[in-house]
């Protein structure tokens, strides 16, 4: 994976959030708007965190060492669990400060003001999202940093396509001559948009807990991977082999466990050295994520 294109996308969106979220604030108390204050603070948490993601790119790509002798790649989930379970707790306070405005009073708020500054979100962060998801896809389909990182901007465009929608009804309420319930629209717009926002967050969180864990990637990969090292096997002679996989961040964990019961079949170093060659190369024609990998030649299958 090209290192300095994830970093270049992760510098663009941070970019992108900075102008958004000064924006946002600037506008939101001058608009008197908690929707547009709240999407400010999100903006600005998440301007913190494109930091950290920037950060993180980095320091994996530096691979093992003596304090890291496993590598670096654990650094991506914890970030990721880092990230959402800050957005959860922005969310939680976000809907609690919303659901007290309701009962203790609302301002005033500028609609169509509100309605401008949705409609720039909308453009923005739709922009944002279309560069970092195809250039992404293009340059590090791999990457968990980008993938999670696009999955937010996607969720920012139909978070301010709904502010729009809601300011534009509040509009409509105070145009009809109800201006006494106008006001409301801003606080529920808050509590609707937490409700909506907060299931990708909660869903990299859970992402994150199995990245930790090394927990099995999908089953399709799975599937092939045993598949192929099976195909090595029966070219190879060995009785069985037996496959674990698991995945962390962008890094799919495997341990490969050769199985030769039959006494009258031999293999020397140079011999499991070539078969340890052959089932790297096969894995990363297969996949193109980083590979740690283990293979080991046992005779016992308890040891495998």
């Given at each position: 994976m090209?290192?300095?294109?994830?970093?270049?996308?992760?510098?663009?969106?941070?970019?992108?959030?900075?102008?958004?979220?000064?924006?946002?604030?600037?506008?939101?108390?001058?608009?008197?708007?908690?929707?547009?204050?709240?999407?400010?603070?999100?903006?600005?948490?998440?301007?913190?965190?494109d930091?950290?993601?920037?950060?993180?790119?980095?320091?994996?790509?530096?691979?093992?060492s003596?304090?890291?002798?496993?590598?670096?790649?654990?650094?991506?989930?914890?970030?990721?669990?880092?990230?959402?379970?800050?957005?959860?707790?922005?969310?939680?306070?976000?809907?609690?400060?919303?659901?007290?405005?309701?009962?203790?009073?609302?301002?005033?708020?500028?609609?169509?003001?509100?309605?401008?500054?949705?409609a720039?979100?909308?453009?923005?962060?739709?922009?944002?999202?279309?560069?970092?998801?195809?250039?992404?896809?293009?340059?590090?389909?791999?990457?968990?940093?980008?993938?999670?990182?696009?999955?937010?901007?996607?969720?920012?465009?139909?978070?301010?396509l709904?502010?729009?929608?809601?300011?534009?009804?509040?509009?409509?309420?105070?145009?009809?001559?109800?201006?006494q319930?106008?006001?409301?629209?801003?606080?529920?717009?808050?509590?609707?948009?937490?409700?909506?926002?907060?299931?990708?967050?909660?869903?990299?969180?859970?992402?994150g807990?199995k990245g930790?864990?090394?927990?099995?990637?999908?089953?399709?990969?799975?599937?092939?991977?045993?598949?192929a090292?099976?195909?090595?096997?029966e070219?190879?002679?060995?009785?069985?082999?037996?496959?674990?996989?698991?995945?962390?961040?962008?890094?799919l964990?495997?341990?490969?466990?050769?199985?030769?019961?039959?006494?009258?079949?031999?293999?020397?170093?140079?011999?499991?050295?070539?078969?340890?060659?052959?089932?790297?190369?096969?894995?990363?024609?297969?996949?193109?994520?980083?590979?740690?990998?283990?293979?080991?030649?046992?005779?016992?299958?308890?040891?495998g």
């Amino acid at each position: 994976m090209n290192t300095r294109d994830e970093q270049n996308i992760l510098m663009f969106s941070a970019c992108s959030v900075s102008f958004f979220a000064l924006l946002a604030l600037v506008w939101g108390v001058l608009a008197k708007s908690q929707m547009i204050i709240f999407d400010g603070i999100y903006s600005s948490i998440c301007l913190l965190m494109d930091a950290l993601y920037y950060y993180t790119a980095k320091t994996i790509t530096k691979g093992s060492s003596d304090k890291f002798p496993y590598g670096r790649m654990h650094m991506e989930p914890l970030v990721i669990m880092i990230q959402s379970a800050v957005l959860i707790l922005i969310c939680a306070k976000a809907f609690i400060v919303s659901v007290s405005s309701l009962f203790s009073g609302v301002g005033e708020i500028n609609n169509l003001s509100g309605m401008g500054y949705a409609a720039i979100g909308v453009v923005g962060c739709l922009f944002s999202w279309w560069y970092i998801a195809r250039t992404g896809k293009m340059k590090v389909p791999e990457s968990e940093l980008v993938k999670t990182n696009a999955a937010h901007w996607k969720m920012d465009t139909l978070l301010s396509l709904a502010v729009m929608i809601g300011f534009f009804i509040a509009y409509l309420i105070e145009r009809a001559g109800y201006v006494q319930y106008s006001p409301y629209v801003d606080p529920l717009m808050v509590m609707l948009a937490v409700l909506f926002f907060v299931r990708q967050p909660i869903v990299s969180f859970i992402e994150g807990i199995k990245g930790m864990l090394i927990m099995a990637p999908v089953r399709k990969i799975s599937d092939i991977s045993k598949k192929a090292m099976k195909e090595i096997a029966e070219l190879e002679g060995f009785d069985d082999v037996i496959v674990r996989v698991g995945k962390s961040g962008r890094e799919l964990v495997y341990e490969v466990s050769f199985i030769a019961q039959r006494s009258e079949k031999t293999y020397s170093v140079d011999d499991m050295d070539r078969i340890h060659r052959g089932v790297e190369n096969r894995l990363h024609e297969l996949f193109d994520n980083p590979l740690w990998l283990h293979v080991s030649f046992v005779h016992d299958r308890k040891l495998g």
